[in-house]
Each structure stands twice: as C-alpha cells, then as structure tokens.
C-alpha cells in the first residue's frame, strides 16, 4: 500500500469486491475472508457502506448485498459513445439472428463485457454479464481482442493474467500462434470452450482512424451460429452491423 492510499478506502474498496455475480449476497465471515480483513472491521465498513446506501442487509438471514444505487455509479462510467451507439445496433441484430449479441473491450484480466442483448432464442448466454470479464483463452471475443494487439502486447496480456490468476488449460503458445490468421481473416470463432454446445463470432469494432475499439460478438447454441448456412450470414450481418456503428461514433464526434 502506498503513501498516498487512504486505508479506510482501499478497506472498503475489498469489501466491495467480495460481491461478484456468482455471489451476490454473503455472510460477514465470507466478506472478511475474500476481504482479507477481520471481522470487527468488516462489520464497521458494511455498516458505512449501508449508511451511504450501497450495501444492504437482510433481516431474516443477516446476509449482505449490493444495492441498486452501485448501478447509479457504474452507469456514470464513460464508454466513448461506444455502448450508447453500440446498443440499438445490436438490438437489431439480435431480433435477426435469434441469438446473444456481446459488446466487449480489452481490459486485464481478459474481455470486459460492456452490453449484452438477448436475442429470440429460449436458450440465453447469461453467464458473461455487463462487467464481467471473459478470460483471453475462453470465446470468439477475447482472441479477437488478443489478434488486434500488437504481439508484444498480447504476451504481456496473457503473462500478466496467468501470473495473477492462472488460467485453467491456457496454452501461451498456442493461443499466440493462432492470432495471425484471425487477424488477416478479419473475425474470430470459438466453440465449445465457454461451455460444450455453444459457440461465438467476434469481430472488431473501429474508429475512423481503423483503430480498435472492442469487439461485437454473438453466441448462442452451435447449429444456431456455426450451421450449415448459418456461419456466413451471421458473420456478415456482425461485419454489417460493425460498421455501421463506427459510422455512428464517426458522425457523433465529427463537427
């Protein structure tokens, strides 16, 4: 911890960090565990962040949650224009695909998930949620993301996330040596990896300048994206759907 670090902050900071997706609501023990703080201090940091209105009890089984009011927060958090152009775009692609349309960037420790549409098909990819990161080695998103990075960069992305947390099956090697040919081909496909039955395309989203923004991805059940017919019309209407929402930013930031 540096010099500069308020410690009562970064405490409450770690506090918050314990709720994920995966466990929204938790017992004090388990927040001072994934905390890494005592359990006396923990309780006074729940009991501020309930006061602020962030964090909330339940009476009957004493567990804590988030409140709404984290939403409040994290919709203040600037995207470029990027999610607010992105999701009429994707809208409509979901309604002509059937499928889950993704918006995605690149942030350590993988592909961080910044809108998702559901699409018409009863079966939802629900598990990469907005905020929710996808490992570089799992889905179409991230190894597109990963191909777009120059080379160095890439190694480093993936050295860092293993070191940090490391990644069940996650081949360096392999993984890099796949990146050109999804660079030059311009999309990438995964299937099976985020979950046997599923597969996904990725393709890059870009500035006037052809820089990389993100990526804009669909997934759902295999016969639904990878068919027979299906592979190429869906890809297409992704490349389609790509840029026009570059269009969009385009004319939004062009005076």
Known sequence: MSVTTVRAVARAFAVLRAFT????????????????????????????????????QHPLSQRY???????????????????????????????????????SVADPPGALCLERVHGSDPVHVRWWGVGQHMP???????????????PGQARLALDRAQSAAPLPGLDIKGLLAGLPAI????????????AVGLSAIAVPLRDAGGTVLGALSVGGLSHLVL????????????????????RHLHERFTV
């Open 21 to 56: 997706p995966g466990q929204p609501d938790l017992p004090l023990a388990d927040i001072a565990r994934l905390a890494g703080l005592d359990k006396a201090t923990t309780r006074r940091l729940l009991l501020t962040l309930i006061e602020e209105g962030l964090v909330r």
């Open 65 to 103: 949650a988030l409140t709404l009011n984290m939403l409040s927060i994290a919709a203040a958090v600037p995207t470029g224009g990027l999610r607010e152009e992105s999701r009429p775009v994707m809208e409509e692609l979901a309604r002509h695909c059937g499928v889950t349309v993704f918006l």
């Open 136 to 150: 570089w080695n799992r889905g179409a998103a991230p190894r597109l993301l990963l191909a777009c990075m120059p």
């Open 183 to 194: 660079l030059r081909q311009g999309w990438a496909v995964a299937s099976d990896d985020v």
């Open 227 to 246: 068919g027979s017919g299906r592979s190429p019309g869906v890809r297409e209407r992704l490349l389609s759907a790509s840029a026009e929402i570059s």
